[in-house]
């Protein structure tokens, strides 16, 4: 199991824990948690991402000073959700800049969007 699975908990502040502790074992560094943003991302006028991504201003992190967090699942019946750490490091600067740049490298890490 990566490490960085997990399985729902019970609580909002709960799951910020989790994506907290995720965040600093990532990226090997402090963090403190700053707001929820809600993100929806739009393509072809159709919703493709929805939810809330936590902020977190970073402490001791040599290239970035936040980082953005939340849960998902890799496909829609899976039990335990993967976290998903960005941080902020240009062209990064926003949850919906980190949400597209997720959504990017899981459309390119799929293997029918591979040459053969």
Known sequence: MN???RKPVASKQDYIAAL?????????CGAVHRKTVLVQELFQGKTVWKGEVEVFDLQ???Q???????ARREEPNDEGEQIVAVL?????????????????????????????
């Not at 907290?20 to 090997?28: F, L």
């Not at 970035?64 to 939340?70: C, L, P, S, V």
């Not at 899981?106 to 969007?113: A, D």
């Open 20 to 28: 907290w502790d995720a965040t600093c074992r990532m990226h090997g």
């Open 88 to 116: 902020e490091i240009p062209p990064i600067d926003s949850a919906l800049r980190a949400v597209q740049a997720q959504l990017v490298k899981c459309h390119e890490s799929k293997p029918e969007h591979h040459d053969k």
């Open 64 to 70: 970035a000073r936040r980082a953005y967090a939340w």
């Open 3 to 5: 490490p960085f699975d």
């Open 60 to 62: 001791g992190h040599p």
